[in-house]
Structure formats: structure tokens, C-alpha cells
């Protein structure tokens, strides 16, 4: 994968959104958190999905797939302020 400063980018985060199937709830987390799961980054999400339930119902179906954050622009996962 390119870096964002190869690319002529700005300031990029490689995120990673997670999706409750059963209530839809929508979370995210760091590609850099891995490492807190046991997975090295670039793991599987599949391997990843295993190991996540719903931090809002508890429920174990969640969908998981890799996305660039941008400051600017839209977000996929609602954020969070802190």
C-alpha cells in the first residue's frame, strides 16, 4: 500500500469500519490497533470479525472492511466526540 505523501495526499488514516448486522450499530477503529486484537496490521478482517462483538447489544454477526478517512471529507462511521 502507497503512503498518502507518495500519492501527493494529505493527511490520510487507514481506518476500519465495523457494522452490527443485527441493530446496525456502526463503530471504528485504528488499522494501528490490531496489534490490541493479537492481529498484525493487514490482518484478515475475517480473522478480525471473529473476535468483535457489538459493543452496543452484545451481538456476535458484525461486518468489517478497511477505508481511508479524510478530515474533509464524508464520513462512513458517525464520529464520536470525545
Not at 493487514?42 to 473476535?51: E, H, I, N, P
Not at 461486518?63 to 479524510?70: G, L, N, P
Request: hydrophobic fraction near 35%.
Amino acid at each position: 500500500m502507497r503512503k498518502a505523501a507518495e500519492l501527493g495526499l494529505k493527511w490520510q488514516h487507514d481506518a476500519i469500519a465495523i457494522d452490527c448486522l443485527k441493530c446496525g450499530h456502526c463503530n471504528s477503529m485504528s488499522e494501528e490497533n490490531l496489534p490490541e486484537w493479537g492481529l498484525e496490521a493487514g490482518a484478515s478482517l475475517v480473522t478480525l470479525s471473529k473476535r468483535l462483538i457489538c459493543s452496543k447489544r452484545g451481538s456476535k454477526p458484525v461486518q468489517t472492511f478497511r477505508y481511508v478517512e479524510d478530515p474533509d471529507g464524508p464520513t462512513l462511521v458517525p464520529r464520536q466526540d470525545p
